[in-house]
């Protein structure tokens, strides 16, 4: 007996389809693909490789480039773009600008291109821009919403191009205010949650399954938050010695000494992209502006800057950073969402504690040498420092008032900005007007790309060549204590705050 294998019934069965293609063609089926005719490159894109199957996208987009130009010629060559967005243009497109390269080419394989849909090749008038370049090489493009090519001479097919190209804007806009208007209601109205880390002092428990039933079917549930045991009474007491009147980098050093474990080391599976060291002023600040804990929902608090080279090119990006948003966009849930750590009068009191301090005249205190002041012992960028009424600049490598000095920690370096500007204008005398004041030695600085470098006693201008200077903080060892220094105690007005206090220690 012999048996087949799988490729060889699959090549039977391939050959019974095809003896079924004319029968299918008389009963107005698809036409067969004609022998000759023109010869087609087809293009194709989807925005990203972690949302979108490349598979099928393709599938759908080179389906309906086969159904325009069946009976007219074959498709010979294939461009794809994966992960770039439609606002690129052609040649910012890697596999775009292989094909328009292609184009030049005089013993290019292919007539004309064809793409399976307008707004997935073009976005607003890319193609009006494309068409004068192809037709100079006598290329045809092919539209299935053109049912055929693009006749640049014809006006019905130039305000089809110029409606395609509004329609793909409206598009993209239509699509982004539906989601965040979605968005904005479900937190507004409903307080859901809507992904992301919970705040430190909360826990993510299930909420039931999603209300989309087709999200539901698919087993998504939602999450809300809950109160955490371990971490909850740590936030109280930040917020009561905040309002106590003690210090961000104060209440910072008494959790490391009594090494109460810091957000990223207490939840490391959510907080593998920080170091997991001890409690900073910022970790504490970002507890104390943070109004979910008042138990309301918030959302659009910040925002993903993923810092482009080319704008809407990701693979450009030189790494996406969180930035937030004015206040006045924040988005909080009409009611409760969550149990509170903290009443919306203590969260509106500790704010105030942060305010702004000035100077004794009640002037604004102004630094014309912001980001332009280097420390040539650590290549950090210096600190504005106001002391005795005027403004410094100060590097002390790293340390910072929430966490002890390490040993053997280099001096600090300080430099009052009267003196920087006095020095820079020296150096800098054959390029400056005559009597040039402070502020304009500053502004030809900041015109010039150039830094000022700042020893212990040396001043140095150098160019800024290379870059913007990292601005990078030294971790330092935290040690423990037996109690809390500087004056600072834990309050333990009730059995949970004593309880929180052993735990501590």
């Not at 053109?146 to 019905?156: K, L």
């Not at 826990?203 to 939602?222: E, M």
């Not at 600040?285 to 309301?296: C, D, H, M, Q, V």
Request: glycine content about 8%.
């Amino acid at each position: 007996m012999t048996v087949d294998s799988p490729n060889a019934q699959n090549d039977v069965l391939a050959g019974w389809l095809r003896q079924q293609q004319p029968v299918r063609a008389r009963m107005g089926g698809r036409r067969a693909p004609a022998s000759g005719g023109l010869r087609f490159a087809f293009y194709g894109r989807i925005s990203t490789a972690d949302f979108q199957d490349r598979t099928s996208s393709r599938a759908w987009q080179y389906e309906a480039a086969v159904d325009l130009v069946a009976g007219h010629g074959v498709i010979v060559a294939e461009y794809f773009d994966i992960g770039c967005s439609r606002r690129l243009t052609w040649p910012q497109r890697p596999q775009a600008a292989n094909l328009l390269n292609a184009i030049a080419d005089p013993g290019r394989r292919f007539d004309a291109i064809v793409v399976g849909e307008y707004e997935r090749a073009f976005a607003g008038d890319q193609l009006i821009q494309l068409l004068p370049m192809l037709d100079q090489h006598a290329v045809q493009v092919w539209l299935p919403k053109a049912g055929g090519p693009i006749n640049v001479d014809d006006p019905a097919h130039r305000a089809l191009i110029l409606l395609l190209g509004h329609q793909s804007r409206r598009e993209v806009l239509r699509s982004r205010f539906r989601t965040t208007a979605a968005m904005r209601a479900q937190a507004q109205d409903q307080g859901r949650h809507l992904g992301g880390r919970p705040p430190y002092g909360y826990r993510l428990v299930d909420a039931g399954p999603h209300p989309n039933t087709a999200h539901a079917a698919w087993g998504r549930r939602l999450h809300r938050l809950e109160v955490d045991p371990l971490t909850a009474p740590h936030v109280r007491w930040i917020f009561a010695q905040r309002l106590a009147g003690h210090s961000t980098a104060g209440i910072a050093r008494t959790l490391n000494a009594l090494g109460v474990p810091s957000p990223a080391a207490h939840d490391r599976a959510r907080n593998r992209h920080r170091s997991g060291g001890g409690w900073t002023l910022r970790s504490v600040a970002a507890i104390l502006a943070n109004p979910r804990y008042t138990g309301r929902q918030v959302w659009n608090r910040q925002y993903i800057d993923h810092n482009e080279t080319i704008a809407g090119d990701k693979a450009t990006s030189r790494g996406a950073v969180y930035r937030w948003n004015p206040k006045d966009q924040w988005i909080i849930s009409n009611g409760l969402a969550h149990p509170a750590l903290v009443s919306e009068e203590d969260f509106v009191k500790a704010q105030a504690v942060t305010a702004v301090a000035t100077s004794a005249d009640g002037r604004a205190r102004r630094y014309l040498l912001t980001g332009l002041v280097v420390c040539e012992v650590c290549g950090r960028r210096a600190d504005g420092q106001w002391v005795h009424d005027r403004p410094g600049y100060r590097c002390r490598h790293g340390r910072t008032s929430a966490s002890p000095a390490a040993p053997g920690r280099p001096k600090a370096v300080y430099w009052r900005e009267d003196e920087l500007l006095n020095r820079a204008g020296h150096q800098l005398a054959n390029d400056l007007p005559a009597n040039a004041d402070h502020r304009a030695i500053a502004t030809h600085i900041r015109a010039r790309k150039l830094r000022i470098a700042c020893g212990h006693n040396t001043v140095t201008i150098r160019s800024d060549e290379t870059g913007p200077v990292p601005r990078t903080h030294a971790t330092s060892p935290h040690r423990r204590r037996k109690s809390p220094p500087w004056g600072l105690t834990c309050p333990t007005p009730s059995a949970a705050m004593r309880t929180m206090s052993v735990r501590m220690r």
